[in-house]
């Protein structure tokens, strides 16, 4: 394929934070007393995940011109990630948000400045047309002047033939009416993005239980070929418009760790396996495997394992 020459697999756009994770497992925020810093934002998690993949990302956000905002930066560089594009804003801190630990979907309290201050002049024309795929989130979506930004420049990326995707981390207290969300993930779809969704994504953003059928027709008839539904424990669900549904169990683990970023490395493990070129059922196990990964460690991915050796 001719895309998979470009010189950036995976644009990263949105929100980089850093995350304090709450250091007992199982406790609310409201009785946890002690925490530990990890970098953070599901952007940044996918592209922290593909440099250590062997990808080429970048990443394009704003942090602060301040301590956390010089760690994330040094973190980012640290595993190969492109900050080249990465603003620091002088009169916004950096992105703060407080999590609990838990094997389910963690509870959360943003402290969100810097994250949303994403500008046009970022996201260059010459840089889109080097880039193969354009990522970004729910989250980055949820407050201008990043959602105005996105949404023109995934239109562009769209135009110059650019795949799209997004996680659709939808959560009710980052956006002003759950009407709005609804209205820019419908934009956003109109570009045909690669789509990953969560039964709880869901269960929050349409305040109800749907059958999966219904969030994948949901999905297609707004202008989606590829739907992908990760069930926790259960597995994942792949929707391909006009195609019969791919389902998959989940790696089996032990013990889990901690439930943070596990979406993304699941989501890292399947842009990862799309770009080389796999079918879409071996994009699905090394995104199984990822994540199982993930869920074994506190906090990221850790350093001391060669990722490759264990998905391939």
């Not at 011109?65 to 560089?77: A, C, H, P, S, V």
């Not at 046009?120 to 930004?149: G, V």
């Not at 795949?163 to 570009?191: G, P």
Request: aromatic fraction near 8%; charged fraction near 25%.
């Amino acid at each position: 394929m001719k895309e998979n020459n470009k010189d950036i697999d995976i644009l990263c756009v949105g929100e980089v934070l850093v995350d304090f994770i709450g250091h007992r497992t199982e406790v609310l925020i409201n009785n946890t007393s002690d925490y530990h810093r990890y970098l953070g934002g599901s952007p940044a998690n996918v592209a922290m995940n593909s440099a250590r993949l062997g990808l080429r990302p970048v990443m394009v956000a704003t942090v602060g011109d301040d301590g956390f905002g010089n760690y994330i930066i040094e973190r980012l560089n640290e595993v190969g990630v492109n900050t080249n594009h990465l603003n620091k804003n002088s009169d916004k801190p950096t992105s703060v948000i407080f999590v609990s630990r838990t094997d389910g979907t963690p509870d959360f309290i943003p402290y969100r400045k810097a994250d949303s201050c994403i500008i046009e002049d970022q996201i260059s024309t010459d840089l889109l047309s080097e880039t193969h795929i354009f990522h970004t989130t729910c989250f980055a979506l949820s407050k201008n002047p990043a959602q105005s930004t996105i949404l023109k420049k995934a239109e562009e990326a769209h135009n110059l033939g650019c795949k799209l995707s997004i996680d659709v981390n939808y959560a009710m207290k980052l956006w002003k009416s759950q009407e709005e969300a609804l209205k820019v993930i419908k934009a956003y779809c109109k570009f045909n993005p690669l789509v990953k969704i969560s039964e709880d994504d869901m269960l929050r953003l349409f305040e109800k239980e749907l059958p999966h059928e219904e969030i994948f027709d949901f999905f297609h008839s707004e202008g989606v070929d590829m739907v992908c539904l990760t069930l926790g424990s259960k597995g994942v669900k792949l929707s391909q418009k006009g195609k019969d549904v791919i389902q998959l169990p989940a790696t089996k683990i032990e013990v889990v760790q901690d439930a943070t970023g596990a979406g993304d490395a699941f989501w890292s493990g399947f842009l990862f396996a799309y770009i080389k070129d796999k079918p879409i059922e071996k994009c699905l196990q090394v995104a199984l495997k990822l994540a199982a990964l993930k869920l074994q460690n506190v906090g990221r991915l850790p350093d001391n394992i060669n990722i490759l050796s264990e998905l391939l």
